[in-house]
């Protein structure tokens, strides 16, 4: 049986970037992937696009990931979004800034930086193993063996696991290296699901399914506690709401809603305004136009199809003119428009989110390594570890990083 210096499992960005990595510092590198091609997640993130990254400081970079997100310092330290992006380049894939400084290939397609992936990982000697999946690894005197099922085995010096999550599992993220990690005696905390949709109480949300809200701000309210959103763009869908600022804040929200029945949300549908500008605003508009009727008067406030659940809501007749509108149902205006109110109830599971929060527990992992403190010889990579951070390409970011060290570290400990 041929003994291969790294055997890297999963041929997600994490993976591949560790493979690549290791490659390049000359060690015999197989990757193993469960599909038949690689990369199949990388494939549909960021709506296909594949938001590669973001401009953000490194400072900024471990506050998304939370309290201890300092944890992936060495990682980000080793590979930095500056990096990343000149590694691409230099295959001649260009990249272009959007909103929030969310990095993007030109192309506008994912499939072009798996084929700038595929170009390193041919150009370093990386061979592949498809339709192979890890079942166990034994740790004998001086290698791995690895389990393969069905009698197949592969001998190694060190593994790098970067199964990734349990989100959408049609891409291969089944959790097979939370049961493998496991199984050599590693935590894993529990999985949650992160940037995921909302879903809400209110049965008339299935009425305004479809709406975009461009500028809006959201905060949610739980006990004496509340987390408010920056302004941005928000969906409403059949069962609740979407869209990148409910994405941004959705995994804190399944958190809170662990201790918590319901969380109480409030959509500030005019942010730019200050309430007492907004009243003045529809005062003058209420005078201007006093023969109009409320329903066609609001539609300088707020989509056509929302008119009638406000109207509902404040119990006002939508053909009533506007200059029979008492006093109290303005305010009640005013008051929905900034804080049109919804009841948070639950995500969607965790096979619809976009990652998947929860993993290998960062306490048994060497931040400076990415090696095993249960096992020497492994190392974790990617959505595999404990963690969690906003969409804005903060994870892809997170998967290339932590696969670059574990792959260099892997290497390194081999000349040793």
């Given at each position: 049986m041929k003994l291969y210096d790294i055997v890297v499992v999963g041929a997600g960005p994490a993976g591949m970037m560790a493979a690549i990595r290791a490659g390049q510092l000359g060690k015999n590198v197989m990757l193993i992937e469960k599909n038949d091609t690689i990369g199949e997640k990388l494939k549909i993130t960021g709506s296909s696009r594949c938001n590669i990254t973001n401009t953000a400081s490194l400072d900024t970079f471990m506050e998304k990931f939370g309290k201890k997100g300092a944890f992936f310092r060495s990682a980000f330290a080793a590979l930095s979004n500056r990096r990343l992006i000149s590694f691409f380049e230099a295959k001649g894939l260009k990249f272009k800034i959007e909103e929030s400084g969310r990095v993007f290939p030109v192309t506008d397609k994912s499939r072009s930086v798996i084929k700038v992936l595929k170009e390193y990982l041919s150009r370093n000697k990386v061979k592949i193993n498809y339709n192979t999946q890890l079942v166990r690894i034994k740790k004998k005197k001086?290698?791995?063996?690895?389990?393969?099922?069905?009698?197949?085995?592969?001998?190694?010096?060190?593994?790098?696991?970067?199964?990734?999550?349990?989100?959408?599992?049609a891409t291969g993220s089944t959790g097979d290296g939370f049961k493998v990690a496991q199984k050599v005696g590693h935590k894993v905390t529990p999985l949650r699901p992160g940037i995921v949709p909302l879903k809400v109480a209110e049965t008339y949300v299935k009425e305004l399914q479809g709406i975009s809200?461009?500028?809006?701000?959201?905060?949610?309210?739980?006990?004496?506690?509340?987390?408010?959103?920056?302004?941005?763009?928000?969906?409403?869908?059949?069962?609740?709401?979407?869209?990148?600022?409910?994405?941004?804040?959705?995994?804190?929200?399944?958190?809170?809603?662990?201790?918590?029945?319901?969380?109480?949300?409030?959509?500030?549908?005019?942010?730019?305004?200050?309430?007492?500008?907004?009243?003045?605003?529809?005062?003058?508009?209420?005078?201007?136009?006093?023969?109009?009727?409320?329903?066609?008067?609001?539609?300088?406030?707020?989509?056509?199809?929302?008119?009638?659940?406000?109207?509902?809501?404040?119990?006002?007749?939508?053909?009533?003119?506007?200059?029979?509108?008492?006093?109290?149902?303005?305010?009640g205006v005013v008051n929905l428009l900034k804080a049109f109110p919804l009841t948070v109830t639950g995500s969607l599971p965790i096979e619809k989110a976009m990652v998947t929060c929860g993993g290998v527990s960062r306490k048994e992992i060497d931040p400076q390594t990415m090696e095993s403190k249960i096992v020497s010889g492994i190392y974790f990579a990617g959505?595999?570890?404990?963690?969690?951070?906003?969409?804005?390409?903060?994870?892809?970011?997170?998967?290339?990083?932590t696969g670059y060290l574990a792959g260099e570290m892997a290497a390194n400990s081999l000349d040793n």
């Open positions: 001086d290698y791995f063996s690895l389990d393969l099922g069905n009698d197949n085995y592969m001998a190694t010096k060190k593994v790098i696991l970067a199964t990734g999550g349990i989100s959408y599992p809200i461009e500028n809006a701000r959201l905060t949610f309210k739980y006990g004496k506690k509340k987390l408010v959103s920056d302004t941005g763009n928000m969906i409403f869908t059949h069962f609740g709401i979407s869209g990148p600022l409910v994405l941004d804040l959705s995994s804190q929200i399944v958190r809170i809603l662990e201790k918590n029945e319901t969380v109480n949300l409030f959509i500030d549908l005019k942010p730019e305004m200050t309430d007492q500008e907004l009243q003045k605003k529809i005062m003058d508009e209420f005078e201007n136009k006093s023969k109009t009727e409320f329903k066609n008067l609001m539609k300088l406030f707020m989509p056509n199809r929302m008119i009638p659940i406000v109207a509902e809501l404040l119990d006002i007749d939508p053909k009533k003119k506007v200059n029979q509108i008492k006093k109290g149902e303005r305010n959505e595999i570890i404990d963690f969690c951070a906003p969409s804005g390409g903060y994870n892809l970011q997170e998967a290339f990083s």
